[in-house]
């Protein structure tokens, strides 16, 4: 199952302990939302949050907004639970944490098939250790159930001993070599949170990055964020208006037996055409999201 194309621009972590926030998040413009069982939910509260997450999505009232339920690892004390519970919950997908092996995504698809789950339940991987890094191509082709990658930049600072700085050079070929591996098996790819709220720029950088590096989208911590990342990942008026113009012109000169035409000095050939297509089916999902949740 390759990974679904859909607006990605804006994933919003949101907490399982916490329900206002569960409910709020039915109205808020993110593109997806990862309900989350693990880091953000305390040991003692983990139970509760399972409960509040599987009651969540059973009333399917997030629209059509993505929606991922982070579950904690089968070696605790709460992930087989978390993982037979999320099999029938109604979610899109369920995201694993700090994956590290093609055989341990193999075990969480495993114990979701033999708990009724839908064949269309996908499964995402979080992108966080460094063995998990190097390992990113056996994980993305271990399972048809695939759907994509999220990386956890957090988690993977801490275990390389690197600084996360603005520019992130120190993570570059981490993120590389997981953006390489997606769309080498068809997956979608997740870039990893911005920390400090209070700096706007910087945020308004890294989302830029992410995009220039080919990443669908941003994980976020705050809804306030959510604006801001969708329009970096989203196409803007001047993007489709080139991209119209140059599938308008590499047309025309098909039909006079071109195969190749310079537009404002730029050669165009067909792979921009390809890419240029992809943009505007993009904006027309996005259009349809939004109009969706808005109903």
Known sequence: MAASARPR???????GSNTRALEKARGLPADGLILDLEDAVAPEAKEEA????IAATADKAYGQREVLIRINGLETPWGMADAIAAATAGADGVLLPKVE?????????????ANGAPDDLALWCMMETPMG??????IAGASPRLAGFVMGTSDLAKDLGCAHTPLRLPMLTALSTCLLAARAHG??????????LGDDEGFADSCRQGRELGFDGKTLIHPRTIGAANAAFGPTEAELAWARRIIEAHAEAAREGRGVVVVDGKLVENLHVESARRLLALAGMIEQLEAGNAA
Do not use: C, Q, T, W
Request: hydrophobic letters at 55%; aromatic letters at 4%; glycine letters at 2%.
């Open 101 to 113: 092996s093609a055989d341990m995504v193999r075990k969480v698809d495993a114990v979701l098939k």
């Open 9 to 15: 621009r804006s994933v919003l972590y949101m907490p």
């Open 133 to 138: 890094i190097l390992k990113a191509a056996e």
């Open 187 to 196: 997956l979608a790819i997740v870039d990893g949170v911005y920390l400090d």
């Open 50 to 53: 399972r409960a509040n997450v």
